[in-house]
């Protein structure tokens, strides 16, 4: 079965600091989508970043960047220069190949201003 | 472009009673899929509908059933509501399958009473 972990429940960062949260997955496939989703208290799920685990290259977006380790299995989500909007809970998501999208537990990011 | 909208977006029934929830999805997507989203359980997915078909079906009982309409609208009905069933419920659509980003609605918060 495939699963994802993220084993922080919750993590809190000064504003203008970086946070990096953690998620680790199991599959036996090797094509695959990995994904980190942001809902903010008013509950609109939003993709923040997507990595496609062909690619050995990390994805960027703007202050959000991935630590994708193919071997370990591992796809956390780091997030530089903190802002009071970063505020909201946090889910990795693995898309296997039915495209159906494997969620982990979530980690709620306080920001401290 | 609108994006995903979901109605009603707050519902309360009481046991035995059963639900129908409406999503209708960006504009040109055909792909539809549903969640249900519980502290306990986190996002669960339930069913996934293209082109009118369900194509994939999460493990939920046979009370949580849906359907996709020609213009790609979807509706998910749950028939003899348990306590259990008090949720979010999510939709999100996507241009096609195979297209892993989603785009998720604001939700349907149901309570059971």
């Known amino acids: 079965a495939q699963t994802v972990t993220q084993s922080q429940p919750e993590m809190s960062v000064q504003e203008a600091e970086t946070v990096t949260l953690s998620c680790t997955y199991d599959?036996?496939?090797?094509?695959?989508?990995l994904f980190w989703y942001k809902q903010p208290p008013s509950r609109q799920m939003i993709l923040v970043i997507r990595?496609?685990?062909?690619k050995q290259q990390n994805a960027t977006e703007n202050r959000f960047s991935v630590n994708f380790q193919k071997a370990a299995k591992s796809f956390s989500l780091k997030i530089s220069d903190s802002q009071l909007g970063d505020a909201a809970m946090y889910f990795c998501a693995l898309g296997d190949s039915n495209y159906q999208l494997i969620w982990g537990a979530g980690t709620k990011l306080i920001i401290k201003p | 472009k609108a994006g995903v909208t979901q109605t009603p977006r707050y519902l309360i029934k009481t046991r035995g009673q059963q639900v129908t929830l409406s999503c209708s999805p960006i504009?040109?997507?055909?792909?539809v899929s549903w969640y249900q989203q519980t502290p306990g359980q986190g996002l669960q997915f339930l069913f996934e509908y293209f082109s009118e078909t369900q194509r994939n079906k999460g493990n939920f009982p046979g009370r949580f059933s849906g359907r996709q309409f020609s213009n790609s609208r979807s509706e998910m009905n749950v028939s003899t509501l348990e306590l259990g069933d008090s949720a979010l419920y999510l939709c999100?659509?996507?241009?096609?399958?195979?297209?892993?980003?989603?785009?998720f609605g604001p939700g349907t918060r149901l309570t059971v009473l």
């Open positions: 599959t036996s496939e090797s094509d695959y989508y």
């Open positions: 504009s040109g997507h055909r792909s």
């Open positions: 990595q496609e685990a062909y």
């Open positions: 999100a659509s996507s241009p096609r399958v195979g297209y892993n980003e989603q785009f």
